[in-house]
């Protein structure tokens, strides 16, 4: 992967919960930021489309991932969130742990 797609704090790697996963580089304490989702604006949905609420009530912006970051996979018992797109961690992450956020209500594990 070129240097200018990593993040310093997290790797990608093969996922026991789906395919490729996001993983701590090192140990990643309690509210501390582990990267952006940085990606490409978009308005089609996609594989690695994140979708941000933007500043106008009720619309949203997509970002196809173009980082890293692109590789977090859903988990109903996350350890990290996004604020838009910036991931921090919720609690305690040890180097090796995959790094999950919830994907919300609407996420549909079978679709």
Known sequence: MPDWKRVARAYAGDSEIHGRGLFAREPIEADEYIGCYEGIPTQENGMHVLWVESDVEGEWQGFDGTNVLRFLNHSPDPNAEL???????MQNIAAGDEITIDYGEWFEEDA
């Not at 604020?83 to 961690?89: M, V």
């Open 83 to 89: 604020d838009g797109q910036d991931l921090y961690a």
